[in-house]
């Protein structure tokens, strides 16, 4: 999965890492079910998820509740805003951290 790959490769400490993807697999099996059974746009909700948790964590976030709120609050913003992330670019490019 796309999604889950973009969080576990993310430039952040293990235990951040760990934490985002706990946050991410909660925020999922509490909104997966508004996106009906198309796989394409499944993987498109999963990839906004992920950018979404991505954009609320930072380095040494390791509160899943608190990184789930956030993801969640954030990726009803980007739906509020029109912003979709696109196909063709590269999703992880943004988020590396140096």
Do not use: C
């Amino acid at each position: 999965m796309k999604a889950r790959r973009l969080i576990d490769g993310a430039s952040f400490g293990p235990e951040t890492i760990k934490a985002m993807g706990e946050a991410f697999d909660q925020a999922w099996a509490q909104i997966a079910g508004n996106f009906g059974d198309d796989p394409l746009e499944i993987e498109s909700a999963k990839l906004r998820l992920a950018e979404a948790m991505l954009s609320v964590a930072t380095d040494g976030s390791t509160d899943v509740a608190a990184l789930k709120a956030g993801g969640l609050q954030a990726m009803a913003m980007d739906y509020r805003s029109g912003i979709r992330p696109t196909a063709d670019r590269d999703p992880t490019a943004q988020h590396r951290r140096s």
